[in-house]
């Protein structure tokens, strides 16, 4: 019985996952992961995006009812939490390295977030955040590791301009940041951890 009240409630979350992300992605994600997934696939299919879409909605939806249905069972276990780190430095890997290949200058106009906010570019700058606070909840806030994450993105920054994947921009390194210290700050909160990790020895 308990069984079959599981499979119910992970049925019905996905339900309500596939909808809701249905909508975020195609209104709001879905020319922005087009750009950023242009290298691999679109450039491959030009006319046709249907099975990219559906791709990504799926596999959205799957992770998002799994987060959802682990927390509700009692928190994330460590094997689901590789596999997520796994997909996410994959992905962070491309999108720092390849997503804009052939592409190279500089901006040091740190005013150049405010313009994006006020003139359609809000989406870009929230996923400049978004992105990196999955990396900030594996370290603790401390100088040592602020100045790694600096060094680092500094470091990122710099070779995508030399070898031509991207524009060296003052505005993503505050942004990614931010990101890292959200990250951070998010993981050390108490009500998150036994929110998040209560159950975190158990398997899927």
Known sequence: ??????????CFLFII????????????LYHHTMIIFDFIYYRMHPNDDFYFVLFMILFLTFIGTTFIYQIIKGGLNKRFIKILYIFYFLFLIYFLFFKTIGISGVNFNILDTINSILYGGAIIVFM????????????KLTKKSSIIFLISILF?????????????DIN???????????????IENNKVKNILFNNSNQDI
């Open 128 to 139: 400049n955040i978004v992105f990196f606070i999955p990396l900030g909840c594996l370290f």
């Open 172 to 186: 993503d390194i505050i942004l990614n940041y931010m990101g890292f210290v959200i990250g951070n700050t998010f």
């Open 1 to 10: 019985m308990q069984k079959f009240k599981n499979i119910f409630l992970y």
């Open 156 to 168: 990122v920054e710099l070779s995508q301009n030399i070898f031509h994947l991207g524009i060296f």
């Open 17 to 28: 996952c596939f909808f809701t992300i249905r909508f975020v992605y195609m209104n709001i």
